[in-house]
Structure formats: structure tokens, C-alpha cells
């Protein structure tokens, strides 16, 4: 390890949160009748329950992950969001999902790190 090390995180970090936020917006603009009628058709359970906290998760949640706002816990949500992408959704329809597979070992990976030191939650530790 370098002296640079702990800001790898913060990539990472403002990285998966700029493509959850991404895709947020695009499940916004769906709405959530939408992206609710999506996860019907592919057997997810309380369909129009899981595209509001979906739709929720992709947006504020991926505002506060680059924010750096409790990045662990976060981070954690999307590692679950993505499993169950993979194996619910992707995996029986398609071929190797790589860009969701990538989101969640990325999303682990700031579970284990943190959000770096350049993170609001960092910040106030130090402040």
C-alpha cells in the first residue's frame, strides 16, 4: 500500500454511485408502473413494492454513495439489488450479465473499504 491507496475507494465510490444514479433516472422516467410491470414479468414478488425501493435506491441512494453518506451500508444494498438482478433476472434470460457483475463486486468491495477520506462520513469523523 501507497499513501494513495484509501483513494481508490473514493473512485470506486463516485464511479458505481454515477452508473446506479444513471440507471435510477432512466427507472424514474419508466415510473414505477413501469419498471413495477418489468419485475411482474420476470416473477419478482411485490412487484410495484420493489420498483419504488429500486427506483429509491438508484437515485437518493446512489446521491449519497458519492456523497460519501454512510457508503457501507449503501454499498451493501446495491450488493444485494445486484444479486438478485443476476440471478433472478439476468442469469435465466441472457447471457453472463458483466456490467451487473462488475456493480457488485465493486459494491463489496466499498462494504469492506468504506467510502475513503474523501467522503462526508469521513470528513465528520475527522471534524
Avoid: C, D
Wanted: glycine share 12%; charged share 10%.
Amino acid at each position: 500500500m501507497n499513501r494513495f491507496t484509501p483513494y481508490a475507494a473514493v473512485l470506486l465510490r463516485v464511479a458505481v454511485g454515477l452508473i446506479f444514479l444513471h440507471h435510477g433516472i432512466m427507472k424514474l422516467h419508466m415510473g414505477v408502473a413501469g419498471v413495477a410491470g418489468f419485475f411482474h414479468g420476470n416473477g419478482i414478488p411485490f412487484a410495484t413494492l420493489a420498483a419504488g425501493l429500486v427506483i429509491a435506491m438508484e437515485t437518493v441512494g446512489a446521491v449519497l454513495l458519492i456523497l460519501g453518506v454512510v457508503p457501507r451500508i449503501i454499498a451493501l444494498a446495491f450488493a444485494i439489488e445486484m444479486t438478485v438482478a443476476i440471478l433472478v433476472v439476468l442469469l435465466p434470460h441472457g447471457p453472463f450479465p458483466e456490467l451487473e457483475s462488475l456493480l457488485w463486486a465493486a459494491s463489496l468491495s466499498l462494504v469492506a473499504s468504506g467510502g475513503g477520506p474523501l467522503s462526508l462520513q469521513g470528513l465528520m469523523k475527522r471534524g
